[in-house]
């Protein structure tokens, strides 16, 4: 993933911190399961949620479908940054006893300080204060409808289907693989940890975010990271009040620590995204210059679904990336492939 910002501070400005539960492991799952555009990049994740052989039971394809067209996987996520919660009980003891205007104002995404009124305002159901929030939010591609949903959906109706989603999942998906899942996450807590008492925190972010490019703003003062499984192999961003946080994939060692032989998973990611002639021709092609889908259509006689795909595994290796839908090549994740491979082999 490549991340685009300007300005930057110097490293003793910012404090780097950790979190890992299985809470997250659980929202980051759900997430990654109803982002049906993931279908197929997805690691260990091999049927979507609406896909019928996936073994989860009725109840919880239900809940999904709701997380999938509602986009609550963001509440989700807003509630356990709020959540002093340690296991599934807890978390479910809060959920019961939180006031609405509380539950929606955690629920509605934080996108700047400037709005922070405004924001409160919408969480108590202030119809121009929605509407503002929708406005600035115009070109994020769920937040206004998310916006108006959590703003207006019946209180009660929210807290029962967050409170559904996530019990299922912890029943069906969490609770089999509990101590392998939490193995995995406490081992690369520690991995991290251990890497970070040896490199400079710029170094560190751009290395942990695999984004060599990655410059942090003046808009924050402390950057959260926080490991996943289930949504192997992609970085995700969010932001709170003078916070940047990145659910990040845990490395491949990490999963199987007695295995050296074991890639990481991006390195793989890239030479199977090349081992393609139809991607290396679209490679080249952005090499020469940004463009959107349509125009690579207009050029390659090939269907615009099978164009998208094969853009799909170049993003997802990192040596492509998009804005507003024109695609451009990564060329800071391609330069070091050559050493990416070589560090491996003699690893």
Not at 229 to 246: E, H, N, Q
Request: hydrophobic share 40%.
């Amino acid at each position: 993933m490549q991340i685009i910002q300007t300005g930057f501070k110097a490293n003793n400005d910012y404090t780097i911190h950790f979190e890992s539960s299985l809470l997250w492991e659980a929202a980051l799952g759900i997430a990654a399961i109803t982002n049906t555009s993931l279908s197929g990049t997805l690691e260990h994740i091999e049927k979507m949620w609406d896909n019928p052989e996936n073994s989860l039971s009725d109840q919880l394809q239900h809940s999904l479908k709701i997380v999938h067209e509602r986009n609550t996987w963001k509440a989700l996520l807003q509630l356990l940054h709020h959540s002093k919660a340690h296991s599934l009980a807890d978390w479910s003891k809060e959920m019961k006893q939180m006031p609405t205007i509380i539950l929606r104002e955690q629920c509605l995404p934080y996108i700047g300080s400037s709005f922070e009124e405004i924001r409160k305002e919408a969480a108590s159901g202030d119809k121009q204060a929605i509407a503002k929030l929708q406005e600035v939010t115009a070109d994020n591609p769920f937040f206004p409808d998310y916006i108006a949903f959590i703003a207006q959906t019946d209180s009660q109706f929210l807290k029962k289907h967050l409170l559904a989603v996530m019990t299922g999942w912890f029943q069906e998906v969490i609770k089999p693989h509990n101590e392998e899942l939490q193995d995995m996450l406490t081992r690369d807590l520690a991995d991290k940890k251990r890497k970070l008492e040896t490199m400079e925190q710029l170094d560190f972010m751009r290395w942990i975010t695999n984004s060599p490019s990655f410059k942090p703003d003046d808009s924050f003062h402390t950057v959260l990271f926080i490991p996943h499984y289930y949504y192997r192999p992609w970085t995700i961003t969010a932001d709170l009040p003078g916070t940047k946080v990145f659910y990040y994939p845990i490395h491949a060692n990490s999963i199987d620590p007695e295995n050296r032989y074991n890639p990481d998973t991006m390195l793989v990611r890239k030479y199977k995204a090349l081992g393609d002639a139809m991607r290396l021709h679209l490679l080249k092609r952005l090499a020469e210059g940004e463009q959107t889908l349509q125009q690579l259509a207009e050029q390659i006689p090939v269907a615009k679904s099978t164009l998208h795909h094969h853009l799909k595994m170049l993003k997802s290796a990192g040596l492509i990336d998009s804005n507003k839908q024109v695609y451009y090549v990564n060329k800071q994740r391609i330069a070091p492939l050559d050493s990416e491979l070589h560090y491996f082999l003699k690893e």
